[in-house]
């Protein structure tokens, strides 16, 4: 039987779906965990928060971790036939951040797998040393809500993929002071084909 002081305690869970605050992780399996983090240290600019034999868990920002990858020997690596991930996405604060990221990994050696402009998004996607496909992009517009808007227009409906384009011109038109509106305007070009599953021959 409650007494006085349960039955005012007592509350019922609000059952409904409610959306989660924040996306605040995700964890990769990795036989190649050395090149992973050396990866994403130096894509995403992560810092290590603490690692053991067993997993690793890195950061970028105040989050305490945004990515785990656990240490398993004899993984075989994503392949085309297996479901799962396709890419993760990463936004960046501006196209000039975006193409410095690029310049960056080149001189590292580290190509990108395409780069598409999306319409709503520039994106230039990369694989890890696994072969997970990672998006870093920027939003074309300066709000959401534009941004947003642009997935009912007929032109997203036309071309929802988007179209190919050549990061070192963008770099350039950067260099020689082209506005970021400019540079984010959408390049004439045929649809880009769709993204190839991790582990397939093409690069992308
Ligand atoms: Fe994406």
Not at 40 to 69: K, P, S, W
Request: net charge neutral; proline share 10%.
């Amino acid at each position: 039987m409650d007494t006085v002081l349960d039955t005012r305690r007592r509350r019922t869970l609000d059952t409904k779906p409610a959306a989660p605050v924040l996306f605040a992780h995700f964890v990769l399996r990795s036989s190649n965990i050395d090149k992973m983090i050396d990866w994403y240290m130096a894509m995403l600019n992560m810092r290590v928060v603490q690692r053991t034999d067993y997993i690793c868990f890195l950061t970028y920002d105040d989050e305490h971790h945004r990515l785990g990858i656990v240490n398993a020997a004899g993984l075989e690596p994503p392949g085309p036939k297996n479901s799962g991930l396709a890419h993760v996405a990463y936004t960046f604060a501006d196209i000039g951040t975006l193409l410095a990221t690029y310049a960056r990994a080149k001189k590292l050696g580290i190509p990108p797998a395409r780069c598409i402009h999306h319409g709503p998004t520039v994106s230039i996607y990369y694989r890890d040393p696994d072969g997970n496909g990672v998006e870093l992009q920027v939003d074309r517009y300066p709000s959401k809500e534009a941004t947003a808007a642009y997935f009912q227009t007929p032109e997203f409906k036309k071309n929802p993929i988007g179209v190919v384009f050549d990061p070192d011109t963008l770099v350039r038109a950067w260099e020689e002071g082209t506005p970021d509106e400019e540079l984010m305007k959408m390049p004439d070009g045929p649809p880009a084909a769709p993204q190839s599953p991790p582990g397939s021959k093409s690069s992308s």
